[in-house]
C-alpha cells in the first residue's frame, strides 16, 4: 500500500511540472510534446537509431546476464540469499535493465503502452514455464512482433492516415491486462 501512495504521489508531482512546463511553452514545443506522447517508431534520425540500438543492446546483454539472478529470486528472496544470491545486488540489476530498457525506448519513440506488462504474461502463458532462460529471450522477440505488428496497424494499410502507435498497442493490451487480473481472481477463489 504504501509502495502505491508513493507512486501516485510521485506521478502527481511529476504531472505538475509537466503542466507548469506544458504552460510556459510554445505552440511549437507542445505541439512536439503531444505527438512524443502518442508515441512513433518512425521518428529517429540514423544517431538517434544508433544511441537506442547501443543502449537497448546495453539493457538485452545486462538481462541476459541476469537469467539466473531471476531463476533464483523465484524462490523467495530468503531462500535465494541462503544459496549465496546478494538480494539487493539483484533487485538493483534488474533495475538497471529495466531502467535502461524502458527509459531509453520512451526517450526516443515516446511512452508505448501495454507492451511491458502484457508481453511477459502471454509469453509466460504461452511457454508454461517460469525458466527465465525462455522467458526472457521469448519476450524479447514477442514483444519486437508485437511491437511490429501494432506498428504496421497504426499505418493504416491503404490510406495515407497513421494512428498513434500508443492507442493501438492500448488497444491490444487492454484486453490481456483484464484477462489475466480475471484470470488471477479466478484462480485465488479456487483455493
Not at 508515441?39 to 539493457?59: F, H, R
Not at 507492451?115 to 509469453?123: F, K, N, S, T, Y
Amino acid at each position: 500500500m504504501t509502495v502505491l501512495i508513493i507512486g501516485m504521489m510521485l506521478a502527481s508531482g511529476i504531472s505538475a511540472i509537466v503542466s507548469i512546463m506544458q504552460y510556459f511553452s510554445n505552440e511549437t514545443m507542445l505541439k512536439a510534446y503531444v505527438i512524443w506522447t502518442m508515441g512513433s517508431l518512425g521518428n529517429l534520425s540514423a544517431g538517434q537509431l544508433n544511441v537506442l540500438a547501443a543502449t537497448v543492446g546495453t539493457g538485452v546483454l545486462l538481462s541476459m546476464a541476469s537469467v539466473k539472478t531471476l531463476n533464483a529470486l523465484l524462490i523467495g528472496e530468503n531462500y535465494a540469499s541462503s544459496i549465496g544470491l546478494n538480494a539487493r545486488f539483484a533487485r538493483m540489476q534488474v533495475f538497471a535493465c529495466t531502467s535502461i530498457l524502458a527509459g531509453s525506448v520512451t526517450a526516443f519513440c515516446g511512452p508505448i503502452a501495454f507492451i511491458g506488462i502484457a508481453v511477459p504474461h502471454l509469453v509466460r502463458n504461452l511457454l508454461r514455464t517460469s525458466d527465465h532462460r525462455l522467458l526472457v529471450p521469448g519476450t524479447i522477440f514477442a514483444g519486437a512482433i508485437i511491437m511490429l505488428l501494432s506498428d504496421t496497424l497504426a499505418q493504416l494499410p491503404g490510406t495515407e492516415n497513421v494512428l498513434p502507435v500508443n492507442s493501438v498497442t492500448s488497444l491490444i493490451g487492454i484486453p490481456v491486462v483484464v484477462w489475466i487480473i480475471l484470470r488471477n481472481n479466478r484462480n485465488s477463489e479456487l483455493f
